[in-house]
């Protein structure tokens, strides 16, 4: 099959045929030799995808069909046609991309530490990584008695670096929460944070090396869930010598995440916080992260997968996190903050980002697009869409996994050094309830519905001081979802559970704004 550079020749004769017609069209003149001159002038691209299509299909292929639509530019128009900037920048990062090395996303974050995890690693749904690794920073100081360290999970995209430190000075994501006198004060307490397996900021994920082949995993990883994560993160806790922690705090998938701590290691957690979370993902967001992933996936660049020795699907993970910003904030917020105003008042409207809430839905997804890794992006979003503390659910997910443990100890050696990680004996996932708790009264949910029920013989493991925090303007995670946390935790039997209702207009995203009101909550429960 002819190449790109093939057709060089052929195409600077056909840019030659329409230069004047670019000039009467008002469109500056490309003479790089590319497919995307003879496309320009078609009206074709006025979609993403199609765009998308152009970028990833050889140029012998193009080639007949771009020439075959070039007499449409010379057809007599009533109008000119628009213009289409944001099109044109996303046709040139292609080309860019082509040219240029692939995205490292292991190098977007810098200075953490990074531990290693030598042996086969069981997941929960059978997949085994023959090793891991797990990036992790560090604040404040461990105490003698070791008891003072405070476990803080990430959402979704977030990497260790929560706060800055001297191998990286630059603002972290939760930068004015951490530090001495702070909501979680450095000056008290020794603070980890970890990139997640699943990630790309140092942890094993997607774009890791299989050590099999020496190749990408890609969408060879295997289907992890929240408690492969916890597994993972405790065993570092093991290699620190933190047998105990003072609180396992989290925030959105962070949330579920502690909550998970709590429930697997309920004797080595000694508080719980979880910001904007809930117990079991619901319709409405396993919708939108469903949308983001079919976005992503119908990037042809995108490839199965198989992305990472040629250009990443950059197109589908831009609008991925546009869907996904939309989740993150207001309406109130940006009815504030935005209005009806347009970016340009005195142009005549366009179809690329004109209001200013278009151009601040484009400027995140430019942001997000080249900087996280798009497998990671779905395989730790379908992790949160399983994600589920009932107990049929746990119970399910541990008989499964003795079953896979049990076929994968009969095909591997005996040498217990190729042992995958089990839960821990006391695992609230091998567990039954074996006190009788008194029942108390719901509040807000139906003491009648199955499920409920099946919610609260699921977190009955976590008995240990909670803070529960949800905010009004959510839409991601709406604050009923943080009170059915707070009252199946109470129903269990949990006599110390906080639940806080934040009035902010943020939405989701206030765990990572508003300082007084969250910051507070979390240091009274830290502190107590």
Request: a neutral charge; one cysteine or more; charged letters at 20%.
């Amino acid at each position: 099959m002819s190449s790109h550079r093939d057709y060089r020749q052929l195409l600077k004769q056909k840019q030659a045929e329409y230069a004047d017609l670019y000039e009467q069209l008002g469109h500056s003149y490309n003479a790089t030799g590319n497919l995307y001159g003879i496309f320009y002038i078609s009206h074709t691209l006025s979609s993403m995808a199609f765009l998308s299509r152009i970028a990833s299909t050889s140029a012998s292929r193009l080639l007949p069909r771009a020439i075959s639509l070039a007499p449409y530019a010379r057809a007599a128009s009533s109008n000119p046609p628009l213009a289409f900037p944001c099109i044109d920048k996303l046709v040139s990062r292609t080309q860019e991309l082509d040219n240029g090395p692939e995205p490292s996303y292991d190098k977007v974050v810098t200075g953490y530490e990074v531990f290693e995890h030598n042996q086969p690693f069981l997941l929960d749904y059978g997949g085994v990584l023959p090793n891991f690794t797990i990036a992790y920073e560090t604040w404040g100081t461990l105490n003698e008695k070791r008891d003072n360290a405070i476990l803080i999970h990430t959402g979704l995209s977030a990497s260790s670096h929560a706060k800055s430190h001297a191998k990286n000075t630059k603002a972290g994501w939760w930068e004015e929460f951490i530090g001495p006198g702070g909501p979680i004060d450095t000056s008290k307490f020794f603070v980890v944070c970890t990139n997640v397996i699943g990630g790309c900021y140092g942890s094993t994920g997607p774009s890791a090396v299989d050590p099999a082949d020496n190749e990408r995993y890609a969408t060879r990883f295997p289907i992890i869930t929240m408690f492969d994560m916890i597994r993972a993160q405790f065993l570092l806790l093991d290699s620190l010598a933190i047998d105990r922690l003072h609180a396992s705090v989290g925030s959105s998938m962070g949330g579920m995440q502690s909550l998970a701590a709590a429930s697997l290691y309920p004797d080595r957690v000694k508080r719980l916080i979880t910001i904007s979370a809930c117990a079991r993902s619901h319709p409405y967001s396993i919708a939108l992260r469903h949308t983001q992933r079919q976005v992503l996936m119908s990037d042809p660049n995108w490839n199965k997968g198989f992305y990472y020795k040629s250009v990443p699907p950059h197109v589908g993970m831009k609008l991925a996190r546009e869907i996904a910003t939309i989740s993150y904030r207001s309406g109130p917020e940006w009815e504030k903050r935005f209005g009806r105003k347009r970016a340009h008042e005195d142009q005549s409207p366009a179809l690329c980002p004109d209001f200013l809430i278009e151009t601040y839905l484009d400027h995140q997804g430019e942001r997000f697009c080249l900087q996280y890794d798009p497998n990671s992006l779905l395989y730790i979003s379908k992790a949160m869409d399983m994600f589920d503390m009932s107990r049929s659910a746990t119970s399910a997910l541990h008989e499964q996994r003795q079953r896979n443990q049990a076929s994968f100890s009969s095909s591997s050696s005996s040498s217990s050094s190729s042992q995958p990680v089990l839960p821990p004996r006391h695992s609230a996932l091998e567990m039954r309830a074996q006190a009788i708790v008194p029942k108390l009264t719901l509040t807000t949910l139906s003491a009648s519905d199955p499920a409920i029920q099946d919610l609260v013989e699921g977190m009955r493991a976590i008995t240990m001081p909670t803070l529960v925090l949800g905010v009004q303007s959510d839409i991601l995670f709406p604050v009923w979802q943080q009170k059915e946390i707070a009252e199946c935790l109470k129903e269990a039997g949990n006599q110390n559970v906080t639940y806080y209702e934040l009035d902010a207009m943020y939405g989701h995203d206030t765990f990572l704004i508003d300082r007084v009101s969250v910051g507070g909550a979390v240091k009274g429960h830290l502190e107590l």
